[in-house]
């Protein structure tokens, strides 16, 4: 890892050296002179990164760099007419008299025309960077914003891994290794909500609200906001920030873009891809497809799917396409960007199922599981946009979107039982082998119609209606398991050692869907008196949803019950258990919640102050019915409340370069649906249980900013922020006589505080970004705590345990080297992400959580144009293959010889995931 870093250390280190030289080069001709400055948007003052300056009758020319700086040498002294040009811009031409080095700086203004009715104006450029720190030095509320032109030129295709580049956010991960979920500011990925151009969509994930960001490709992103404090006129349930994925708008010119990549995976360099046929497995159960009278037979079930085969896999594919234009005289634009991805990721995984001493309270091996994971992953993306222009005051628009990821995996799972730690010795060294196969295909679909309209010079109105819908499909989940036995004689002798297939086979479906039907209006009156400048809003939005979630799960038992394995799934036989599935299993059930929320807002301007202000009253009906039999307790369960969410934003800016804004808000986070469904199932690493008589979790939020933007893309923020949280809600193990669940509960009161640095510096070719964030949060539970008491009998006791909120890391920092030559069209960036210690799973036992160890991910992005419409790109991902592992804090009381074979130090290893280095080469083409 350490030879990574330096290589790539020194390879940056030696492009700076080669581009310093360069800059300072001496003139090489007497009486020659150097021209430089900045070029620069005349009304925001926006660096033109890209824009062309050109000497008229000579081959010299520059472009602009990364703060819209540009530099000419060797002009020959006298008079000479500087023409200057970039996209979507007026272009210019001077007269200039040179007769020694000269700073001059040139603005240039939007290209603008009238047709009819219509004043068509080209829009600022909101894909740059420069756009970015606009908008968030002129945001009311604490945000972060990611460039459509961060996004393109970072080593991530998802918005997912995207998201990782904002200061106080980090990533849950997948299986596969690819980011999942946003942790923000130390807030659980619950905590948050994703939308979509400002509308919030319906989840896909069967469990949760929130919306899994790997299934969005990042190139249909225009660019990606943050918000860290909400408004009265946002959706008050996020505890931690929202999501908020602009997509690529209609273009003011033809616009054709085209990208091809490939890639591969280092995991498959060495070792063979793991798979089977997915043609041939059932997409739907034979209770779904025949009635719950229906009595399935072996007939129904085809066992092909469960034939695995090695290989070698396959390269990585990806293409992307937009395609937009503007008609009619400019009155109607349009937009059609499509994405597909094609990727085979892998991982090596070891983890350590561990128990708890009844004598000490101590953890300890109880089963060693080694893990090969080989995935495929087609992520698909269409999205469109047309918007009318019907005269300056009136606009529609027309959003449709559907987004697909499909997700194939194929799992080898070697189980060895150690039982170390009870005085038993080294354990049996049974072994199990478990062959798993996955397919899970998750949906949205999304189309809304806007409307913005300014119905007299001091009142707007804009309205949406929006229909969602998201899928999950997850059909004929099944794991065959062979376990390690004995052949014995007559006499009763062990004769040798053989592999014995497992008695029961599970084969379960699950399909859940979500529907949206939302609508929201708001209007703006606008009022001026002196120097007072004030806003008055009010606005509204209903929204119905429907979820619901179909379960089956057929149960086999093999026939006989002792079979030998013989190697191929296709020489065994089983009977059918139950032959009507799960009818009455508590995962099949229907659930609607009905929000109505309004607010009335206030923003006012005097002087330097900005303050915004108001109200928010969100009423949700939540209700619920399963199929569970009828004596089950939560089988229905229906809860109405209403919530009162009261925030104000104050921004004082005492000079144009410098903000001090401090906010509070009060939010909340509803359960999620599966959570108050009261079923049982084994899922991953324990069995799960749901818990019907969750909470809500609600919040006060404080935030504090300091900003200091000393050009338009250099920024410095420092900030703080300060929540106390009601009914936190965590998923723990909890015991249930001899079992132990994993269930979601309420937690008392947790508080959680932090400082955020944000630090951006751009200097001609050359560019650093860098944030650090410390959180600190604190929850109090009961935890259990066995020993023998003085008369050496096994008891436990509750005792109160202070730790911190589930995911959240102490320590999180970001830091991106950028190189620019605009002039020789290569562009180089390496990000590294360091994310720390944290919680990733809670133990009912005092002192067992498992951490996640700290990690730091590097990945490097290059690329290179060649001509005025192609480049080529280079994108490498873990670097460093860095790995995720997790351990227990062990106790000083802990005893070595529970595991001699291992160093344990002060921490118990109880998971380690490799991933090794993917990387992707490919092609873009351009015309705008």
Known sequence: MRHKLIFCSLLLLLIIQFDVLSATKENDSPGNFTLRGKIYDNKTNEPLTGATIVIAGTNLYSVAGLDGSYILRNVPSGEHEVNISFISYEPVSEKIQLHGDEQRDFGLETVSFTLGTVEVVTSRLTSTEASARATERNAMNVMNVISAREIDFSPDVTVANVVQRVSGVSL?????????????????????????NGIKIPSPDPKNRYVPLDIFPSELLDRLEVTKALTPNMEGDAIGGVMDMKMKDAPDRFLLSVNLGSGYSQ??????????????????????????????????????????????????????????????????????????????????????ETDVDRNTNNPFYDEVQMRQIST???????????????????????????????????????????????????????????????????????????????????????????????????????????????????????????????RDLNRRWVNNSDQDLAGYINLTYYHDLGNLQTEYSVG???????????????????????QQWEGSIFDHSWNLFNTQGTPTDPLNYESYENVLGYYAQLKADISNFQLLGGVRVESTDFGWISNAPPQT??????????????????????????????????????????????????????????????????????????????????????????????????????????????????????????????????????????????????????????????????????????????GQSRHISNLSLLYKNQRNKLDIQLAMVYTGRRIISVSPYLDNDIWQRGFTQLDLSVEKGFGNHIKVFVKVNNLLNTPMRADILLPNTFNQEQVPYLDVSDVLLVREDFYKINGSIGLKYNIQ
């Open 376 to 502: 495929r992953q087609m992520r698909a993306g269409v999205h469109s946009k047309i918007d009318y222009r019907i005269n300056n005051r009136n606009k529609i628009d027309l959003y449709n979107a559907l987004i697909s990821l499909t997700d194939i995996q194929a799992r080898n799972r070697i189980d060895t039982n150690l039982r170390i730690g009870r005085g038993q010795g080294p354990g049996t060294g049974r072994i199990a082998e478990r062959d798993r196969a996955r397919i899970r295909t998750q949906q949205i679909f999304n189309t809304t119609l806007q409307g913005n309209h300014e119905i007299i010079e001091t009142l707007t109105a804009n309205w949406s209606g929006v229909y969602s819908r998201a899928t999950n499909e997850e059909p004929d989940l099944t794991e065959v398991i062979r376990r390690s036995g004995t052949s014995r004689n007559a006499a009763g002798e062990i004769v040798k050692e053989i592999d014995l297939l497992d």
């Open 633 to 806: 307790q939560g089988r229905t369960g229906s809860i109405s409340y209403q919530d009162i969410l009261p925030s104000v934003h104050l921004k004082y800016s005492p000079w144009g370069n410098t903000n001090f804004r401090t906010s509070y808000f009060r939010s909340l986070s509803r359960p999620n649906f599966y959570e108050v469904i009261p079923y049982e199932i084994n899922e991953g690493d324990y069995r799960e249980r749901g818990n019907p008589f969750l909470q809500r979790t609600t919040a006060d939020n404080f935030d504090f900013r300091y900003e200091y933007f000393p050009s338009q893309l250099d920024q410095i923020l420092i900030g703080a922020f300060y929540k106390t949280i009601q009914d936190p809600i965590e998923s723990a193990l909890q015991i249930s006589g001899q079992a132990i669940f994993l269930q979601p509960n309420n937690f008392g009161t947790a508080n959680n505080m932090g400082v955020e640095v944000d630090i951006a510096k751009y200097f001609r070719n050359f560019g650093i970004r860098a944030f650090y964030n410390f959180t600190d949060s604190r929850i109090t539970t009961t935890k259990i705590f066995r020993f023998r008491d003085e008369n050496g009998q096994l008891t436990s006791r509750e005792e109160l345990q202070t730790r911190p909120l589930q």
């Open 540 to 562: 509204g939005m209903y929204r119905a949803k429907e979820r619901t979630n179909f379960y089956d799960n057929y149960l086999f038992r093999a026939s006989p019950i002792y």
């Open 172 to 196: 849950e991960r997948s299986s596969s290794g690819d980011g999942q979920h946003a942790i923000v500011r130390g807030m659980d990925k619950r905590y948050n909500y994703t939308l979509v």
């Open 267 to 352: 995991m498959f360099l060495d070792r063979d891809f793991l798979s089977f046929d997915k043609s041939v497995m059932a997409l739907k159960s034979p209770r779904r497809l025949y009635g719950t009278q229906y009595r399935a037979t072996i007939d129904d079930f085809s066992v092909d799917n469960l034939d695995f085969t090695s290989g070698t896999a396959p390269v990585n594919q990806t293409i992307g396409l937009a395609l937009g234009d503007r008609f009619y005289n400019g009155k109607l634009g349009w937009i059609l960007a499509g994405s597909y991805h094609n990727t085979y990721r892998g991982a090596n995984s070891l983890f350590f």
